[in-house]
């Protein structure tokens, strides 16, 4: 028998990946429902090939005899309806921002720190880090196994779809409305996005850094070591999907581009494409659909000593999202620590 799986925040496009996802890895459920408010409640969403599930209202979803839920609904929601769904015994593994700093609460990348899973039962949920984040740790990890992180300035380069999916049709909106010479007018971003780039995404912080600088420090602390130092740059622009990263690392002693380069090609969950020609290199595009992190631009970083930069990509609604809160999932099943539910 297999597992009753519920998706909540199902009509969303990180929902919406949640359930594709299930369906390419095979993920053994018996059941899959599928979660949103109460304006989707009744309509139908895409899972698999040839079926469909009927949505139901998160209000009055009974999460008793559910094995696990995927959240992606919003912190908001998730604060109210993740604890409701975890006393009532699903484990919750949340994509929001609501619960990763909790220290009940596990904040894992299961090619990164699989271990911190041990402590989920303090209350039955488990956080996926930020999509900026978990892209970044799983190139750092392997690395850091061998020459140890002292610092990380990184900029990012975040597609629209790690805003929602209101913020991917206006950049569509916006790019066709600019071959007509149509005013624009900003109502999912503080400036236009079409064919420009934005730094900032999220709230602005005391210190003028914005929220999502400070989870990438914050998170990257929790997850792999608390003694690394992140300063980040976090920059919205006019892609659909994808995320890119330019990562500066300062290494605790000397780690030469080939022993970087052999280390990440053997990492789980990264690909290497790093050939110094034309096109050698992987772009966001290249990553849309994939599951893994793609490292690129392996070089020497003179400016610190031992240090190094890379460039990184990696698919957020996929890694970033979807298939990380499933292979969390994968991961509990593997160690034996999820017991199925009688329906």
């Not at 892209?135 to 002292?150: E, F, N, S, T, Y």
Request: hydrophobic share 45%; net charge neutral.
């Amino acid at each position: 028998m297999g597992y009753r799986v519920a998706v909540v925040g199902a009509t969303g496009a990180v929902g919406r990946e949640m359930l594709r996802v299930l369906v390419e890895r095979d993920f053994p459920a018996d059941e899959v429902f599928a979660v949103a408010s109460g304006r989707s409640a009744g309509t139908s969403v895409s899972f698999g090939e040839d079926k469909t599930l009927k949505v139901h209202d998160l209000e009055k979803f009974d999460f008793r005899g559910i094995d696990i839920g995927l959240f992606s609904p919003g912190a908001s929601v998730s604060a109210v309806h993740a604890p409701r769904a975890g006393a009532a015994g699903c484990v919750v593994i949340d994509n929001t921002s609501q619960f990763r700093m909790d220290p009940e609460v596990p904040l894992v990348v299961p090619e990164v720190n699989p271990q911190a899973l041990a402590g989920f039962r303090k209350r039955n949920i488990i956080a996926n880090p930020n999509c900026s984040t978990i892209q970044m740790v799983v190139a750092l990890k392997p690395l850091h196994d061998i020459a140890r992180i002292k610092r990380v300035v990184v900029a990012t380069y975040q597609s629209t779809s790690g805003a929602g999916k209101e913020a991917m049709e206006e950049l569509d909106l916006q790019t066709r409305k600019s071959f007509v010479f149509e005013e624009m007018k900003p109502e999912q971003f503080t400036k236009r996005i079409a064919f420009n780039c934005i730094p900032h995404i999220d709230k602005f912080m005391d210190d003028g850094s914005t929220k999502e600088e400070w989870k990438m420090s914050a998170e990257t602390k929790k997850i792999l070591d608390p003694a690394i130092a992140v300063m980040a740059t976090c920059v919205r622009v006019p892609v659909f999907i994808g995320h890119a990263e330019a990562v500066h690392v300062e290494f605790e002693k000397p780690l030469s581009v080939e022993e970087a380069r052999a280390a990440l090609a053997r990492a789980p969950g990264v690909q290497v494409i790093d050939r110094r020609e034309d096109g050698g290199y992987a772009t966001p595009i290249e990553a849309v659909g994939e599951d893994d992190t793609f490292v690129s631009r392996i070089r020497k970083d003179p400016t610190v000593p031992n240090g190094l930069a890379f460039w990184c990509v990696a698919d957020n609604l996929r890694k970033g999202a979807a298939t990380n809160a499933i292979q969390i999932a994968e991961e509990l099943v593997a160690r034996g620590m999820l017991a199925k539910k009688a329906a």
